[in-house]
């Protein structure tokens, strides 16, 4: 069964520093997004992109965000200069259609900021 | 402002009772509905779906949830529990072409 594989499953980085989290999502699909969970709260969108740009993004996603899709295949989110609240579960998605919105997530990166 | 609301933070039911996690959402027009279910530090495993037609609708592991449009509702449940249900649920919900809104999640606890 196809699946969004998402790398590295855990990421520790200094304050201050960039780190990229990567998703391949599934082949067909043509929307991706990524969300974050920070520990024991709720799932929060940050952006969704669709035929090379951003189609939507939440007040989350602000200068030190930005995503990328570098080839055909990965997708890629940057925080330029981590903060501790940064510290979360990063989740890529991505969903075949707009008339089929089922979104299916990958395993997540742990991102750790000390 | 679109909303999901699952009133129930902890819910703990014993071995093979029924289970019954609540969802409400807050759209001006009816949104695709879904379950995801979520293991300690793992990703999110779509569970069902509602977008249109029966409103009872059948997923994986056993569950299912039935969608009523007056009480603007999308409850999960589960006949008899097994002990790998324990777990964090998460309601969503998403207009046509939209980013998912989540619910708060209910961690489901069971006792042997």
């Known amino acids: 069964e196809p699946e969004v594989t998402q790398t590295p499953s855990h990421q520790v980085t200094q304050m201050g520093q960039e780190v990229i989290l990567r998703c391949v999502p599934i082949?067909?699909?043509?929307?991706f997004y990524w969300y974050r969970q920070i520990l024991g709260q709720k799932v929060e969108f940050l952006v969704s992109?669709?035929?090379?740009?951003?189609?939507?993004k939440s007040e989350i996603f602000d200068d030190q965000f930005s995503v990328e899709r570098p080839d055909g295949s990965n997708f890629t989110l940057k925080i330029r200069s981590t903060k501790l609240e940064d510290s979360a579960m990063y989740f890529c998605?991505?969903?075949?259609?707009?008339?089929?919105?089922?979104?299916?997530f990958g395993q997540g990166t742990r991102l750790t900021v000390v | 402002a679109q909303s999901v609301t699952q009133p129930d933070i902890h819910i703990t039911v014993s071995e093979g009772a029924s289970l019954e996690l609540r969802c409400n959402y807050s759209y001006g027009a009816t949104p695709y509905l879904f379950w995801y279910v979520q293991s300690p530090g793992q990703g999110l495993q779509l569970l069902l779906k509602?977008?249109?037609?029966?409103?009872l609708v059948q997923g994986i592991k056993g569950f299912e949830a039935e969608f009523k449009r007056s009480q603007s509702s999308f409850n999960l449940r589960k006949p008899s529990v097994h002990w790998s249900d324990a777990a964090e649920y998460f309601c969503?919900?998403?207009?046509?072409?939209?980013?998912?809104?989540f619910g708060p999640g209910t961690r489901l606890s069971v006792l042997p």
């Open positions: 969503a919900a998403t207009i046509y072409g939209q980013n998912f809104v």
């Open positions: 509602y977008f249109s037609g029966d409103t």
């Open positions: 082949s067909n699909h043509l929307y």
């Open positions: 998605a991505s969903s075949e259609a707009r008339d089929r919105p089922e979104a299916f």
């Open positions: 992109f669709y035929n090379n740009e951003i189609s939507e």
